[in-house]
């Protein structure tokens, strides 16, 4: 059901849509298209009509054709085109663009020629560039002790398009206090704001997840424009300590591959410890932006099951549900064309069918 409550001007909507988060029937599923190559690991992907990009915490990108050609664009180094931790990147035409999670900048990679460098300039904030729209524009964010916020940076020039609410972390203690060994994470139950970007269109996707009965989506362009604005309302999902424990047991899977100096048993009872006994589990989880413009929401979610998937059209319209089983991550969309990372390493396209 779609309820109209507002509209504000000739270029922004506001609507309401009903949506039951993590208890629709699926609508969808994936079927596997092939196997198109061995990986390492990637951050952040996207996947165009022929080739995929993949981002790393390393000091280069990674290309990848559907066809299972694979080439490393980038080398270490903190020079003009160096590189140091090539975390989020894209296309643009022929070109590849890399945002340095590192450096903090865009390098933009001609398929022949100069790489060029585009950066943002703020004074006590940390910039995270997340997107590049060409033409010099770079889409990031950023953290203060003022806050968090949303920012272009195009020919020197950075302007705050958006206030955001910051992420959160979760510090787990495995005794002997402070100095005992512990680990620090994102939270698990964060509910900072999730954001995206449509590369196509050059649009800015914020999900604001803060209320435990909806999420609000607004599509705005690079100046902070609203072009359109949904809240949509969920079932609210309340936190259980079954649920504390599955989310325990899928953090020690992490966790454990990275030689943990504790046990299962110490690990889970001092995550179940640290997370506490909040009242609800935020509606949505993660977010991804199909190469064709969609936006994809984790809905959802089991620890160590599966994960529950809500995608919304461009106008924001309920298009598919579909559960994703463990072991399956979605890297990227284009069209019904789904990227699959399998078992860490093994990247996989499928076909969204229904």
Known sequence: ??????????????????????????????????????????????????????????????????????????????????????????????????????????????????????????????????????????????DSPKGAGLFAAQRGRTDQIAVIKPITYLTVEFGGGSQGPAMRMAHPLDTSTLVGFDLQRQRVITVDRSEADGFRVTWMDASGTSVLSRTYDVTPRRFSSDFATSLADQWWDIYSTASAPVSRDLFRRSFIRAIGSPRYIPPVRSLMVANSGELWVETGFRPGESSVWTVLSTSGEIMATLEVPLGKRLLSADGSRVLVLEDDTQLVLHRLTG
């Open 1 to 142: 059901m779609v309820q109209h409550t507002r509209m504000g001007g000739a270029h922004t909507v506001f609507l309401v849509v009903a949506l039951a988060a993590g208890q629709q029937e699926p609508t969808h599923t994936l079927r596997l298209e092939h196997v198109v190559a061995d990986v390492e690991r990637p951050t952040q992907a996207q996947l165009s009509s022929d080739r995929v990009v993949l981002g790393h915490l390393r000091p280069y990108l990674t290309i990848v054709t559907l066809a299972g050609e694979v080439r490393w664009v980038g080398q270490a180094g903190d020079g003009p085109g160096e590189l140091r931790s090539a975390r989020y990147a894209g296309f643009l035409g022929d070109s590849v663009w890399v945002g340095d999670s590192r450096h903090r900048r865009v390098t933009v990679f001609p398929p022949n020629g100069t790489p060029t460098v585009h950066s943002a300039t703020l004074e006590g904030w940390a910039f995270m560039p997340l997107a590049y729209f060409g033409d010099g524009l770079v889409l990031g964010t950023a």
